[in-house]
């Protein structure tokens, strides 16, 4: 079955018809056309009058599956993120058991073969994700790991990531930091702040952040190696990771969407769905953060889709677990905040970091695309959600545009099917 795309938008910086509207056949999976006008054949599904942009890829992905079904199957995990507007994931070791060797990779990559959105697996980098000894890295890169972290554990041993980086230089791999100290951050749940000490909640201090991210810098400059530091939160980290990058290190950093969106005043009702990690900043916190978007120090940005079954949600704000949805709400939220190309290339920026295919939308390129509008505004709400778990903090935001497909060369999804 041919799909064409009529009068679509092409937004597309890789592409030469980058923001020119033109009409694109697609056949078994590759673009085979692209004109001002081409006339619709019978067998033919037809999409006009929208935007399209290469496939969009989230650095920071978790699903439950195996160990946590109840949380999130991969099947339909992959589902929702097409849906989304997604068709590539970087997967987070959060399984139970964690993803630390080859065949549990292999597991991961069999398991979603085939389906729309292609999924990428993150190794821990160190068994069972407790800091103390690496994992069987080299092993897991064959085997398709695009990256090595320990998801929201910080790496306890300064000499660990040393050897790490060092390490991971004699193949390439890229090292995931997660920046928060945990002697620092203590049983803090939320920012340290007027609003922590007005709340009466524990509050976790900028420093637990920036104290990682600048021991981190520092031994990647001794090292060397690649280093991608997932969801950063503060002005001073922004800072760092700006002077590091003038310097000529090889450093990534990523924002949450949450982050990026809301600050510590949403607390006020101590809903757990806003209680993530890191935690909601203040105001001039998230400021930075736009302007570090804005200026390129900033690679990218995630939804962080963590999903959690209700039983950790609904507990008191200190003992509730952190972590939100946000798959289904990416686009609409983003918009909101950025230029329709800025919102573009932090949603495809995950590509060239972590080596992704990559297929610009060119004749003879195979298909990878986003196909989405950015007009019209909903309130996002609980019906909205795809996602088997519900723990979502942007239940009641507006959201503007809206997703209406993806096609790959292993498929496609249109809104309005099942």
Not at 109 to 114: D, I, S, Y
Not at 154 to 174: D, E, R, V, W
Request: with cysteine; aromatic share 8%.
């Amino acid at each position: 079955m041919k799909t064409l795309l009529k009068s679509v938008t092409i937004i597309d910086r890789d592409s030469s018809f980058h923001k020119k509207t033109q009409d694109i056949l697609i056949e078994n999976g590759a673009i085979i056309q692209i004109a001002h006008e081409i006339a619709p054949s019978e067998d033919c599904d037809v999409i006009s009058n929208c935007y399209i942009s290469q496939g969009w890829a989230d650095s920071s992905v978790s699903f439950g599956e195996p160990g946590y079904e109840e949380r999130e199957t991969l099947a339909h995990g992959v589902q929702v993120a097409s849906e989304s507007g997604f068709t590539q994931i970087i997967l987070n070791p959060t399984t139970h058991p964690i993803t630390e060797t080859r065949s549990q990779i292999n597991y991961l990559k069999t398991a979603t073969e085939g389906a729309i959105t292609q999924v990428f697996p993150i190794g821990a980098l160190t068994t069972e994700s407790k800091g103390e000894y690496l994992a069987e890295l080299y092993n897991m890169q064959k085997a398709g790991a695009v990256a090595f972290g320990d998801y929201k554990r910080c790496i306890p041993q300064a000499n660990l990531l040393k050897i790490a980086l060092q390490y991971t230089q004699t193949f390439g791999g890229i090292v995931i930091s997660f920046p928060c100290d945990s002697s620092i951050m203590g049983k803090g749940v939320v920012n340290e702040h007027i609003n922590s000490t007005r709340l009466g909640l524990k509050g976790i201090p900028a420093l637990a952040e920036e104290i990682i991210v600048a021991r981190d810098l520092s031994i990647l400059e001794y090292a060397g190696g690649k280093l991608h530091i997932p969801t950063i939160s503060t002005a001073q980290s922004v800072a760092l990771i700006a002077q590091a990058k003038e310097k000529g290190l090889d450093v990534t950093c990523s924002v949450a969407l949450h982050n990026l969106h809301f600050t510590d005043n949403t607390l006020d009702n101590f809903n757990t769905n806003y209680k993530v990690l890191p935690p909601l900043r203040d105001k001039a916190q998230v400021e930075a953060l736009h302007k570090g978007v804005e200026n390129g120090t900033i690679d990218m940005v995630t939804t962080d889709h963590y999903p959690l079954d209700i039983e950790c949600k609904a507990k008191e704000f200190d003992l509730a677990d952190f972590g939100t949805i946000g798959l289904e709400a990416a686009f609409g939220i983003l918009i909101q905040h950025f230029s329709l190309e800025k919102v573009i290339e932090m949603l495809t920026k995950a590509k060239k970091r972590f080596f992704l295919p990559s297929s610009p939308i060119k004749v003879g390129a195979k298909a990878d695309i986003t196909l989405f509008n950015i007009d019209g505004e909903t309130t996002f709400s609980t019906e909205m959600i795809r996602s088997s778990s519900k723990n979502c903090a942007f239940i009641g935001e507006k959201c503007k545009g809206n997703v209406l497909g993806v096609i790959t060369e292993r498929g496609k999804w249109f809104k309005g099917e099942q």
